[in-house]
């Protein structure tokens, strides 16, 4: 049976145990670079180490029986074995070094993308809203082009009644728009009842707006020789109304004179009401009396 001097056994085992597990620990380093072949420990390599441990150990005796120091020269094998393990270890340290100097190009690399994909949101966003800008100033632009050319004369259906209701229903959802399609009316079809009308609805638009003198000459057009029309009436409270609100007060009282003679007759209640109530608002003097109606003609 194999055995070692007292001296030499646990560091020969332990010898044995690192080289064991220094060539079961770094198969699979060597597998993931280099193969390497294995040391194959058969029956005929068990015998030559036994017998050199052996020898190592008679001429370990002798010597010390003698009293001469004693040399003792490691097998070829266990030095391969050791350059080996040395090549492995080398091998490992350039590995983790690699992997360390690769998981800081990560880390790098990771944080220029999160600087990246940042920077690419905020440029996406601020041109998101330079598109928007530059959408509205076109359309603002466009807009006020359309505001500021001239006012057509020409009828866009051909017949004035749909001129008109298409000019009174743009009005209720754009006044700006429906004041020139109100315009184009009164330019396209002058002296006509539809144009009075279209007068009498810009008036209301030039009110709404805060143009009381806009609102007097617009007023005064549709009720120039003071139509008969349904729309009449109200109208000309609209009209004193605008006057006085515009610093002309003696006008203001003649325009409700002339409602009183010329249309409180057939008039509602409620408008004899209120041309009652701007009367005593305005400090107007006592009302003339009434004319009888005339027919529409």
């Not at 690192?18 to 015998?47: C, F, H, K, S, Y």
């Not at 080996?84 to 360390?100: F, G, I, P, S």
């Not at 743009?170 to 009164?186: F, H, K, M, N, Y």
């Not at 109200?234 to 003649?254: D, P, V």
Request: charged share 25%; aromatic share 4%.
């Amino acid at each position: 049976m194999l055995k070692f001097p007292s001296a030499l056994r646990p560091r020969t085992i332990l010898a044995s145990v690192i080289g064991v597990a220094l060539i079961a620990g770094t198969t699979v380093v060597v597998a993931q670079t280099t193969p390497m072949a294995p040391i194959q420990w058969d029956n005929r390599r068990l015998e030559a180490l036994d017998r050199n441990v052996r020898r190592l150990e008679r001429a370990i005796t002798q010597r010390n029986a003698s009293g001469q120091p004693t040399l003792v020269e490691p097998d070829p094998e266990v030095i391969a074995l050791q350059g080996r393990v040395q090549t492995m270890d080398r091998r490992l340290q350039d590995l983790e070094a690699t992997v360390q100097r690769v998981n800081g190009d990560l880390e790098r690399l990771t944080f220029q993308l999160d600087e990246s994909t940042r920077t690419n949101t905020t440029l996406t966003q601020r041109l998101r809203d330079a598109d928007a800008r530059v959408g509205a100033i076109e359309t603002a632009a466009r807009r006020q082009a359309e505001l500021s050319a001239p006012i057509s004369s020409t009828s866009p259906t051909g017949d004035a009644g749909r001129d008109l209701t298409a000019a009174a229903r743009l009005a209720a959802s754009d006044p700006e728009l429906g004041d020139r399609a109100l315009q184009t009316v009164i330019l396209a079809w002058p002296d006509t009842p539809q144009a009075r009308e279209a007068n009498s609805r810009l008036g209301d638009l030039r009110v709404s707006a805060g143009d009381s003198a806009g609102a007097v000459s617009a007023y005064a057009a549709a009720l120039r020789e003071w139509p008969t029309a349904p729309w009449a009436a109200a109208t000309t409270l609209e009209l004193a109304t605008a006057l006085n609100a515009s610093e002309r007060k003696t006008q203001a009282c003649t325009a409700l004179n002339e409602f009183n003679r010329r249309y409180a007759p057939t008039a509602s209640a409620a408008l004899r009401a209120r041309a009652g109530q701007l009367r005593t608002e305005f400090a107007c003097a006592a009302a003339p009396a009434a004319t009888p109606a005339r027919r529409p003609g």
